[in-house]
């Protein structure tokens, strides 16, 4: 009987394990499973999402950026429009022109500046430009002579010089303090680089640098000549007047008869 009872009980004991197969074990019901399986995309989700809004850059640095890419709208037009070319002549101080031209519908005012101050001027240093006004400026340097056997046309100048632009309100006089009062207005409008051609060698480049000179020296002179007087004024009915002769027969007149009652 006790052998009897234990084996029955090593067959329960076998049965029960037997009853529940051991792939059931580990094993959840289909809705447990579809519902942690739910739970953990969304939190993938909410967290992709996260990550998403950590690295998505805000509307801000995007327009900065977009606006860094864009090229620069130029206010000026510039003639030749990145290089000052120079006679080449050691020892001597040549002179180099360049054409500036506002192209904005509202007045602009510009600005030279240079690496080399000591050695170079510009004629007019600055200035205030109308819609649509144009000048010849001039630029002044003086060439060092070459030190080393390195040919003469082929030295390269670091010299470098910078035309600065700002929008101004109309007419108004020009002050170079403007750049400094407005320097977040300011823009660079280009750097020039120096570049020597061969007095000596008819080049494209140097026959319009020589008619450029003429047109600002032609200029320059229109501007100290005096304002011609086109005649006399003619007011009224045709009646000449002088004012500065009558004023002086009114003068000498008056002495006249200051100098009769003294007497």
Known sequence: MAVDSEKSGYDGKVWSICR??????NQTSPSS??????????????????????TRPSSS?????????????????????NKLYFPYEPGKQVRSAIAIKNTC?????????????KSCYMRPPGGLLAPGESIIATVFKFVEPPENSEKPIDQKSKVKFKIMSLKVQGEMDYAPELFDEQRDQ??????????????????????????Q???AEAALEARKKPIEETGPRIVGEGLVI??????????????QVEGVDSV
């Open 61 to 81: 640095s995007v327009s900065s950026v977009a606006k860094s890419l864009l090229p620069t709208r130029r206010r000026l037009r510039l003639d030749p429009p």
């Open 105 to 117: 519908k509202s007045h602009v005012a510009f600005k030279f500046q240079t690496t080399a101050p």
């Open 213 to 215: 000179l003429a047109e």
């Open 20 to 25: 529940m197969p051991f792939w059931q074990t």
């Open 242 to 255: 002088d004012e500065w002769k009558e004023r002086r027969e009114r003068y000498l007149a008056r002495q």
């Open 186 to 211: 300011v823009a660079v409008e280009q750097i020039l680089r120096v570049v020597f051609l061969d007095p000596e060698r008819s080049s494209p480049a140097m026959d319009k640098l020589k008619r």
């Open 33 to 54: 499973s579809s519902t942690s399986s739910m739970h953990n995309v969304h939190l993938q989700n909410q967290s992709f999402q996260s990550v998403d809004r950590s």
